[in-house]
Protein backbone atom coordinates (compact mmCIF):
# COMPACT_ATOMS: atom_id res chain seq x y z
CA UNK A 1 0.00 0.00 0.00
CA UNK A 2 2.78 2.42 0.19
CA UNK A 3 2.99 2.15 -3.64
CA UNK A 4 2.30 5.39 -5.16
CA UNK A 5 -0.23 5.15 -8.38
CA UNK A 6 -0.28 8.24 -11.14
CA UNK A 7 -2.25 8.20 -14.51
CA UNK A 8 -0.60 10.72 -17.17
CA UNK A 9 -2.62 11.27 -20.07
CA UNK A 10 -0.74 11.25 -23.20
CA UNK A 11 2.60 9.91 -22.24
CA UNK A 12 4.09 8.79 -24.97
CA UNK A 13 5.71 12.20 -25.96
CA UNK A 14 6.43 15.40 -25.06
CA UNK A 15 5.41 16.69 -21.98
CA UNK A 16 3.97 13.58 -21.40
CA UNK A 17 7.02 11.37 -21.86
CA UNK A 18 9.31 13.81 -19.71
CA UNK A 19 6.82 13.55 -16.80
CA UNK A 20 6.23 10.05 -17.00
CA UNK A 21 10.34 9.47 -16.89
CA UNK A 22 10.64 11.97 -14.12
CA UNK A 23 7.98 10.62 -11.66
CA UNK A 24 9.23 6.78 -12.69
CA UNK A 25 12.46 8.51 -10.95
CA UNK A 26 10.75 9.91 -8.08
CA UNK A 27 9.58 5.92 -7.30
CA UNK A 28 5.92 6.24 -9.03
CA UNK A 29 4.11 3.28 -10.55
CA UNK A 30 2.47 5.20 -13.57
CA UNK A 31 -0.55 4.33 -15.98
CA UNK A 32 0.25 5.67 -19.48
CA UNK A 33 -3.11 6.74 -20.48
CA UNK A 34 -2.32 6.93 -24.69
CA UNK A 35 -4.57 6.72 -28.06
CA UNK A 36 -1.54 4.88 -30.22
CA UNK A 37 -0.76 1.92 -28.69
CA UNK A 38 2.25 1.09 -30.87
CA UNK A 39 3.86 4.71 -30.32
CA UNK A 40 2.66 4.31 -26.71
CA UNK A 41 4.47 0.53 -26.61
CA UNK A 42 7.53 2.35 -28.22
CA UNK A 43 7.69 5.00 -25.44
CA UNK A 44 7.49 2.48 -22.64
CA UNK A 45 10.32 0.52 -24.22
CA UNK A 46 12.49 3.35 -24.03
CA UNK A 47 11.43 4.40 -20.43
CA UNK A 48 12.00 0.38 -19.04
CA UNK A 49 15.20 0.82 -20.62
CA UNK A 50 16.33 4.00 -17.87
CA UNK A 51 14.06 1.94 -15.07
CA UNK A 52 13.64 -1.38 -15.69
CA UNK A 53 12.18 -1.94 -12.01
CA UNK A 54 9.42 0.31 -12.89
CA UNK A 55 6.20 -0.67 -12.98
CA UNK A 56 4.69 1.49 -15.89
CA UNK A 57 1.52 -0.03 -17.46
CA UNK A 58 -0.70 1.32 -20.54
CA UNK A 59 -4.15 1.56 -20.42
CA UNK A 60 -5.48 2.59 -23.48
CA UNK A 61 -7.34 6.03 -23.99
CA UNK A 62 -9.00 8.39 -26.71
CA UNK A 63 -10.11 11.21 -24.75
CA UNK A 64 -12.37 12.40 -27.50
CA UNK A 65 -14.19 9.17 -27.75
CA UNK A 66 -16.91 8.49 -24.11
CA UNK A 67 -17.33 5.12 -24.52
CA UNK A 68 -13.17 5.05 -24.26
CA UNK A 69 -12.89 7.10 -21.32
CA UNK A 70 -15.56 5.12 -19.64
CA UNK A 71 -13.28 2.06 -20.68
CA UNK A 72 -10.36 3.32 -19.52
CA UNK A 73 -11.98 4.42 -15.62
CA UNK A 74 -13.21 0.65 -15.78
CA UNK A 75 -9.44 -0.71 -16.56
CA UNK A 76 -8.18 0.86 -14.24
CA UNK A 77 -10.24 0.38 -11.50
CA UNK A 78 -10.23 -3.36 -12.45
CA UNK A 79 -6.25 -3.32 -12.10
CA UNK A 80 -5.54 -0.77 -9.60
CA UNK A 81 -7.99 0.69 -7.42
CA UNK A 82 -6.54 3.11 -6.10
CA UNK A 83 -5.20 6.44 -7.47
CA UNK A 84 -2.17 8.89 -5.64
CA UNK A 85 -1.73 11.21 -8.75
CA UNK A 86 -4.09 12.84 -12.35
CA UNK A 87 -2.09 14.39 -14.87
CA UNK A 88 -4.45 15.67 -17.06
CA UNK A 89 -1.78 16.64 -20.03
CA UNK A 90 -2.92 15.17 -23.74
CA UNK A 91 -4.21 17.40 -26.18
CA UNK A 92 -4.50 18.29 -30.30
CA UNK A 93 -4.14 21.79 -31.53
CA UNK A 94 -5.29 23.46 -35.00
CA UNK A 95 -6.93 20.86 -36.24
CA UNK A 96 -10.00 21.20 -39.10
CA UNK A 97 -13.17 21.38 -38.50
CA UNK A 98 -14.30 17.89 -37.39
CA UNK A 99 -16.43 16.31 -34.56
CA UNK A 100 -16.79 12.67 -32.77
CA UNK A 101 -19.46 10.24 -32.71
CA UNK A 102 -20.96 13.01 -29.89
CA UNK A 103 -21.43 15.63 -32.26
CA UNK A 104 -18.84 17.95 -30.22
CA UNK A 105 -16.14 19.67 -31.82
CA UNK A 106 -12.78 18.01 -31.39
CA UNK A 107 -10.64 19.82 -29.72
CA UNK A 108 -13.32 20.62 -27.27
CA UNK A 109 -14.04 16.82 -27.14
CA UNK A 110 -10.59 15.73 -26.88
CA UNK A 111 -9.05 18.94 -24.40
CA UNK A 112 -11.95 19.83 -22.40
CA UNK A 113 -14.92 17.27 -21.73
CA UNK A 114 -13.12 13.78 -22.20
CA UNK A 115 -10.78 14.94 -20.07
CA UNK A 116 -13.90 16.41 -17.47
CA UNK A 117 -15.02 13.12 -17.58
CA UNK A 118 -12.26 10.98 -16.85
CA UNK A 119 -11.20 13.68 -13.91
CA UNK A 120 -15.30 12.70 -12.51
CA UNK A 121 -15.06 9.52 -13.59
CA UNK A 122 -11.48 8.53 -11.89
CA UNK A 123 -12.05 10.63 -8.49
CA UNK A 124 -13.69 8.07 -6.08
CA UNK A 125 -10.40 6.29 -6.56
CA UNK A 126 -8.28 8.48 -4.34
CA UNK A 127 -7.98 7.21 -1.22
CA UNK A 128 -10.21 9.19 1.00
CA UNK A 129 -8.00 9.37 3.95
CA UNK A 130 -4.32 10.25 1.72
CA UNK A 131 -3.19 13.31 -0.07
CA UNK A 132 -4.33 13.47 -4.03
CA UNK A 133 -3.51 15.76 -6.41
CA UNK A 134 -5.17 16.28 -9.86
CA UNK A 135 -3.00 18.57 -11.87
CA UNK A 136 -4.01 20.09 -15.56
CA UNK A 137 -2.02 21.10 -18.02
CA UNK A 138 -3.37 24.64 -19.73
CA UNK A 139 -1.02 26.75 -22.31
CA UNK A 140 -0.54 30.40 -22.08
CA UNK A 141 -2.98 30.49 -25.03
CA UNK A 142 -6.29 30.25 -22.66
CA UNK A 143 -5.39 34.17 -21.88
CA UNK A 144 -6.50 34.94 -25.33
CA UNK A 145 -9.57 32.44 -25.49
CA UNK A 146 -12.84 32.93 -25.51
CA UNK A 147 -15.98 31.25 -23.70
CA UNK A 148 -19.18 31.56 -25.28
CA UNK A 149 -20.91 29.38 -23.42
CA UNK A 150 -24.34 29.62 -25.40
CA UNK A 151 -21.69 28.60 -28.32
CA UNK A 152 -19.10 26.21 -26.82
CA UNK A 153 -19.67 23.70 -29.54
CA UNK A 154 -18.88 25.83 -32.66
CA UNK A 155 -22.88 25.79 -33.68
CA UNK A 156 -22.98 29.12 -35.02
CA UNK A 157 -19.42 31.08 -34.85
CA UNK A 158 -17.63 30.79 -37.46
CA UNK A 159 -14.73 28.04 -37.11
CA UNK A 160 -10.93 28.72 -36.87
CA UNK A 161 -8.67 25.95 -35.35
CA UNK A 162 -6.44 27.81 -33.22
CA UNK A 163 -9.37 29.83 -31.81
CA UNK A 164 -10.55 26.99 -31.11
CA UNK A 165 -7.55 25.03 -29.61
CA UNK A 166 -7.74 28.68 -26.96
CA UNK A 167 -11.25 27.91 -26.19
CA UNK A 168 -10.76 24.77 -25.40
CA UNK A 169 -8.07 25.59 -22.92
CA UNK A 170 -9.70 28.55 -21.48
CA UNK A 171 -12.71 26.07 -20.32
CA UNK A 172 -10.22 23.59 -18.80
CA UNK A 173 -8.43 26.73 -16.87
CA UNK A 174 -12.43 27.77 -15.59
CA UNK A 175 -12.39 24.29 -14.83
CA UNK A 176 -9.71 23.48 -13.00
CA UNK A 177 -10.36 26.34 -10.83
CA UNK A 178 -14.18 25.52 -10.16
CA UNK A 179 -13.22 21.90 -9.19
CA UNK A 180 -10.69 23.82 -6.51
CA UNK A 181 -13.48 25.69 -4.92
CA UNK A 182 -15.68 22.10 -4.81
CA UNK A 183 -13.08 20.06 -3.68
CA UNK A 184 -12.29 22.68 -0.95
CA UNK A 185 -15.87 23.17 -0.35
CA UNK A 186 -16.19 19.01 0.30
CA UNK A 187 -13.06 19.22 2.60
CA UNK A 188 -11.60 16.48 0.15
CA UNK A 189 -7.93 16.00 0.54
CA UNK A 190 -7.45 16.14 -3.14
CA UNK A 191 -6.43 18.85 -4.42
CA UNK A 192 -6.92 20.46 -8.22
CA UNK A 193 -3.77 22.65 -9.39
CA UNK A 194 -2.66 23.95 -12.72
CA UNK A 195 0.71 24.17 -15.07
CA UNK A 196 1.34 25.46 -18.18
CA UNK A 197 4.97 24.73 -20.20
CA UNK A 198 5.61 28.17 -21.33
CA UNK A 199 6.88 28.56 -25.13
CA UNK A 200 8.08 25.05 -25.60
CA UNK A 201 9.34 22.57 -28.32
CA UNK A 202 6.72 19.81 -28.35
CA UNK A 203 5.08 17.30 -30.04
CA UNK A 204 1.76 18.93 -30.42
CA UNK A 205 3.14 21.78 -31.88
CA UNK A 206 4.57 19.66 -34.69
CA UNK A 207 1.82 17.86 -35.86
CA UNK A 208 -0.92 20.66 -35.68
CA UNK A 209 1.64 22.37 -38.23
CA UNK A 210 2.07 25.22 -35.97
CA UNK A 211 5.98 25.17 -35.73
CA UNK A 212 6.13 24.54 -39.74
CA UNK A 213 6.78 28.05 -41.65
CA UNK A 214 4.22 28.97 -44.12
CA UNK A 215 6.26 32.03 -45.96
CA UNK A 216 9.74 33.49 -45.29
CA UNK A 217 9.15 35.11 -42.57
CA UNK A 218 7.81 32.72 -40.59
CA UNK A 219 10.94 30.76 -40.93
CA UNK A 220 13.04 33.75 -40.25
CA UNK A 221 11.30 33.80 -36.98
CA UNK A 222 11.56 29.96 -36.23
CA UNK A 223 15.33 29.63 -36.89
CA UNK A 224 16.09 32.71 -34.46
CA UNK A 225 13.57 31.46 -31.65
CA UNK A 226 14.58 27.81 -32.15
CA UNK A 227 17.55 27.77 -30.20
CA UNK A 228 16.02 29.72 -27.20
CA UNK A 229 13.01 27.52 -27.06
CA UNK A 230 12.72 25.10 -24.42
CA UNK A 231 12.23 21.44 -25.11
CA UNK A 232 9.73 18.98 -23.24
CA UNK A 233 12.64 17.73 -20.92
CA UNK A 234 13.05 21.69 -19.14
CA UNK A 235 9.54 22.33 -20.15
CA UNK A 236 8.10 19.91 -17.97
CA UNK A 237 9.21 21.21 -15.04
CA UNK A 238 6.33 23.56 -13.99
CA UNK A 239 4.33 20.32 -14.35
CA UNK A 240 6.43 18.39 -11.86
CA UNK A 241 6.36 21.41 -9.88
CA UNK A 242 2.34 21.12 -9.44
CA UNK A 243 2.21 17.63 -9.24
CA UNK A 244 5.04 17.20 -6.55
CA UNK A 245 5.86 20.53 -4.82
CA UNK A 246 5.15 20.64 -1.21
CA UNK A 247 4.14 24.40 -1.22
CA UNK A 248 1.54 24.22 -3.52
CA UNK A 249 -2.14 24.41 -2.92
CA UNK A 250 -5.53 23.92 -4.07
CA UNK A 251 -5.81 26.28 -7.10
CA UNK A 252 -2.45 27.26 -7.84
CA UNK A 253 -0.99 27.38 -11.42
CA UNK A 254 2.78 27.17 -11.80
CA UNK A 255 4.30 28.14 -15.46
CA UNK A 256 8.15 29.57 -15.89
CA UNK A 257 8.69 32.97 -14.02
CA UNK A 258 10.76 34.58 -16.71
CA UNK A 259 9.32 37.28 -19.82
CA UNK A 260 6.15 36.87 -20.52
CA UNK A 261 6.40 32.83 -18.85
CA UNK A 262 7.86 31.91 -22.17
CA UNK A 263 10.64 30.15 -20.27
CA UNK A 264 12.57 30.16 -17.13
CA UNK A 265 12.41 28.65 -13.63
CA UNK A 266 9.31 27.26 -12.12
CA UNK A 267 7.12 29.97 -10.31
CA UNK A 268 2.84 31.24 -10.41
CA UNK A 269 1.81 31.62 -13.39
CA UNK A 270 -1.10 34.46 -14.38
CA UNK A 271 -4.94 33.15 -14.66
CA UNK A 272 -7.36 34.66 -17.49
CA UNK A 273 -9.50 36.57 -14.82
CA UNK A 274 -12.55 34.92 -16.06
CA UNK A 275 -11.27 31.23 -14.56
CA UNK A 276 -11.63 33.14 -11.07
CA UNK A 277 -15.25 33.99 -11.93
CA UNK A 278 -17.27 31.54 -9.79
CA UNK A 279 -20.63 31.93 -11.69
CA UNK A 280 -18.84 31.41 -14.50
CA UNK A 281 -17.16 28.49 -13.21
CA UNK A 282 -20.88 26.88 -12.01
CA UNK A 283 -22.17 27.30 -15.51
CA UNK A 284 -19.64 25.69 -17.38
CA UNK A 285 -19.71 22.07 -14.64
CA UNK A 286 -23.35 22.10 -15.08
CA UNK A 287 -22.76 22.28 -18.98
CA UNK A 288 -20.43 19.87 -18.80
CA UNK A 289 -22.47 17.65 -16.80
CA UNK A 290 -24.90 17.62 -19.42
CA UNK A 291 -22.77 17.32 -22.46
CA UNK A 292 -20.62 14.07 -21.07
CA UNK A 293 -23.65 12.53 -19.01
CA UNK A 294 -21.00 12.26 -15.84
CA UNK A 295 -21.66 14.05 -12.57
CA UNK A 296 -19.90 14.57 -9.61
CA UNK A 297 -19.14 17.25 -6.87
CA UNK A 298 -22.88 18.10 -7.32
CA UNK A 299 -25.58 17.72 -5.14
CA UNK A 300 -27.02 14.48 -5.54
CA UNK A 301 -24.66 13.30 -8.66
CA UNK A 302 -24.53 9.90 -10.00
CA UNK A 303 -22.68 8.43 -12.48
CA UNK A 304 -24.11 6.15 -14.99
CA UNK A 305 -22.09 3.04 -15.01
CA UNK A 306 -19.66 4.04 -12.36
CA UNK A 307 -18.60 3.64 -8.94
CA UNK A 308 -20.06 5.83 -6.53
CA UNK A 309 -19.22 10.10 -7.05
CA UNK A 310 -17.72 11.85 -4.75
CA UNK A 311 -20.42 14.62 -3.82
CA UNK A 312 -20.54 17.22 -2.13
Same mark, same amino acid.
Not at 26 to 42: I, K, P, Q, W
Not at 179 to 182: D, G, P, S, T, V
Given at each position: MDEKIAIVTGAHAGLGYNTTQKLLR =? %??? $? $?? %????? =? /? @? *? /?AREQLLKEAPEANLEIIPLDLSVPDSVAAFSDAFAARFGRLNLLINNAAIMGVPLTRNDAGFELHLATNYLGPFALTGLLLPYFEGDQPGRIVNVGRLAHRIGKLPLDDINWQRDHYKPMAAYDRSKLAWQ?? /?QE? @? +? +?LAACDSTVIAVGAHPGFAATEIGNKSGYTQPKGPLRQWFLDRMRGLIPGPEVACEPIMLAALGEE $? =? *?GDYCGPGGFMEFKGASAPAKVHKLAHDEDTGRRLWALSEEMTGVYFLSAGATTPGGPPPNTC
Open positions: =E %GYS $V $VM %GCRCL =E /T @A *N /TCF /TL @A +R +R $V =E *N
